[in-house]
């Protein structure tokens, strides 16, 4: 198999991170946060403040900025039976509809209902889809599923 086709694969994305390296906040104040510098003409990595950002662009670089916010996407929840789920929103479809992630998938068919304890909020599984652990799933219970 070529390198071209590994990027197809989810494999080639799959690496361990330590907990303690993933950010759980951002920065205040934001523009002290980490930046990562790759030197293209010798490989070397330096590890920088954002601040700096203004010494390592060059006249034709073009900055992008990524303005996208991150909706809190990763859903812990028990099945009526009590056992935990991991539900993970993909996709809104309608009005509290989703295409989702289940964990565990296996014991999470349609019919099977989640509660998201104290909220009165619950979500209930429409159907499988074929994408492994994908789930449409309906919330009810839940004018806006972000307020719980």
Known sequence: MTDTQNVFKKSAYEFQLPSELIAKYPSEPRDISRLL????????????????????????DALVINETKVMPARLLGVKTSGAQVEILLLRQETFGIWEA????????????VVEFPPSPVQAEILEELEQDGGRRIKFHNCADFLVF
Not at 37 to 60: D, P
Not at 101 to 112: D, F, I, N, S
């Open 37 to 60: 510098i790759l030197n293209r003409n010798n490989g070397n990595i330096e590890e920088k403040i954002f601040t700096n950002i203004k010494y390592f662009l060059t006249s034709g």
């Open 101 to 112: 992630l289940v964990k565990p998938a296996r014991r999470l068919k349609a019919g099977a």
